[in-house]
């Protein structure tokens, strides 16, 4: 086995000092090294070097004191941390940190449901929650609490939440929907955000703002601090529900439904985060790639026409959902249908009307409604050696951007022969574009594409006034540069607090573009 890397700076010596130092605090069986890390990695790396974002140990905390022990242990030796709640964060990245030598800081081991709260619909959890767990908690107990959860359910509470991920229900704003946090600081001190810095509160997780300046924003996308325990708001299950679906044919169309989209959205006639979703990433759950096209390049118009009619889907398809009484369902659906007619060839579907068995619509008629669930991730099923990374600018939710968004980013796609694979994700005052870049993982040609093209993507977004929400380890520093109004006055504020807060820099040094200055001249 190769050589591990080891933290800028540290020999062997140095290093097992530090390791030694981290087994004293969490038991030897907590410290990982050598074969033990094959699930510290990026599963779907399109790095040159295939070292790029290697990790050399990984250490697993039980407790909130065990974590402030390390990062205290961490300064002394001068190893730098990478905090993972579920490690779940494929496509940007996975359990893999930014820089090489990194070591893997896992908090799955803290995975206890502190606090379930009914009559004021929260809970209160510690990162290594899964959807799964929180759900299985939720239906053993019987409690009529919903969760609101990303297409796959494996991953982390506090993980998506801090890294602002989105689900489908009206709660889909996940970092909104958190409320009161616990933070260990690179320092090793811990501090309670909001109104859990009063001792004896009771709103910790009522009141997000607490007194003074907000800060629970800083720990997210963010390498500020350790996020030990998280509130999180929970919505009542409602006293009726009713997926849908409408297609659309035409690639053109996504102009016109954002256009009705909007209103509906910012009236709350749309009460959740509802998806419109692209033909290929509907059909990759029943189909693969080779079965319509074997040739090299995207998908041909006939084959996508063929995929269309086998399916019964559309060019563009719309998921939402009503939530609340029948009467209320009632009215907010005539709304919604009479204002979609207005687009030709628009169909509308309920799940029952779907006939076939793995229809997508009887999918996310679960995961509307909070049900956490892998069968979408089949989409890396595509092609072959299925990998992939996201793509995520933000659009307003005009339909004359969405258009543009849509035919750059398609032309760029297909020009590298990749096919266009998309969602947008309706918010409460723009859309997340989220693009499923999906390539063969075992071609080193597609990997070289997926990286060029992916470069391109966001130089020409950023050229046309469009910014990511959330990125792979691998583009971190480049979408932070393009964050650069005042010369680059947001990263340098970021520093400014990094060093003030982080002086050895042992904590998730790149993250998100900002470097601690023992790292920054690299
Ligand atoms: P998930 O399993 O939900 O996909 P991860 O555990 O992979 O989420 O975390 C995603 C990213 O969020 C990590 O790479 C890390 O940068 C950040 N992160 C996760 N958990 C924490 C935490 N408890 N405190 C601070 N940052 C975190």
Not at 181 to 200: F, K, W, Y
Request: proline fraction near 7%.
């Amino acid at each position: 086995m190769a050589d591990p890397i080891l933290p800028p700076g540290l020999n062997v010596a140095d290093f097992e000092d530090a390791l030694q130092a981290f087994r004293r605090i969490v038991g030897r069986d907590h410290v990982y090294t050598g074969d033990e890390l094959s699930s510290y990695v990026d599963p779907y790396s399109i790095a040159e070097d295939p070292n790029a974002h290697a990790t050399p140990a990984a250490v697993a905390p039980q407790s909130a004191e065990e974590v402030q022990a390390i990062l205290r242990a961490a300064n002394q030796h001068h190893v730098p941390l990478w905090p993972i709640s579920c490690g779940k964060n494929h496509g940007y990245g996975g359990a893999a940190p930014r820089m090489a030598g990194t070591v893997v800081l896992d908090l799955n081991r803290m995975n206890r449901v502190l606090e379930v709260n009914v009559e004021s619909g929260y809970a209160l959890v510690e990162p290594g929650v899964s959807y799964f767990d929180l759900y299985r908690h939720l239906q053993e107990k019987g409690l009529k609490l919903w969760l609101d959860v990303p297409d796959a359910g494996w991953g982390s509470v506090v993980g998506n939440a801090l890294e602002r991920g989105v689900g489908y229900t009206p709660y889909g704003d996940h970092f909104m929907m958190q409320c009161g946090m616990e933070v260990v600081l690179p320092s090793g001190d811990i501090v309670r955000t909001g109104m859990g810095a009063m001792p004896g509160n009771n709103t910790w997780q009522l009141f997000k703002y607490g007194y003074g300046p907000y800060l629970d924003g800083m720990f997210s996308q963010s390498n500020f601090g350790v996020v030990t325990k998280m509130g999180v708001w929970l919505m009542p299950e409602p006293p009726g529900y009713r997926p849908y679906m409408i297609t659309f044919e035409r690639e053109e169309d996504i102009e016109q439904v954002v256009e009705v989209l909007r209103p509906l959205k910012v009236n709350s006639v749309i009460q959740n985060a509802a998806t419109i979703r692209s033909l290929v990433l509907v059909a990759c759950i029943n189909a693969t790639k080779s079965q319509y096209h074997t040739g090299p390049g995207p998908l041909p118009d006939s084959a996508a026409k063929k995929l269309m009619a086998d399916q019964d889907i559309g060019m563009w398809n719309f998921y939402g959902a009503l939530y609340g009484p029948p009467p209320i369902m009632d009215t907010l659906w005539t709304i919604i249908r009479d204002s979609f007619s207005t687009i030709p060839g628009a169909r509308f579907f309920t799940p029952e009307e779907r006939k076939r068995d793995n229809d997508v619509l009887k999918h996310r008629a679960l995961t509307m409604r909070g049900v956490p669930r892998l069968t979408e991730y089949s989409l890396v099923n595509w092609v072959g050696g299925g990998g992939h990374i996201g793509f995520s600018p933000v659009s307003p939710i005009k339909g004359a951007e969405a258009l543009k968004q849509y035919r750059m980013v398609r032309d760029r796609l297909h020009e590298h022969g990749f096919d266009y694979m998309s969602v947008f994700a309706i918010g409460w005052r723009e859309l997340h574009h989220v693009i499923e870049l999906v390539f063969d993982r075992t071609n080193p040609d597609e990997a070289r594409r997926a990286r060029e093209v992916f470069a391109i993507m966001v130089r020409e977004a950023a050229e046309a006034g469009y910014g990511e929400y959330r990125t792979h380890i691998s583009f971190m520093d480049q979408i932070a540069k393009t964050f650069s109004w005042n010369n680059g006055a947001q990263l340098k504020l970021h520093e400014l607090l990094k060093d003030a807060l982080d002086p050895n820099g042992v904590l998730a040094p790149g993250k998100q573009g900002i470097w601690p200055s023992r790292y920054r001249s690299r």
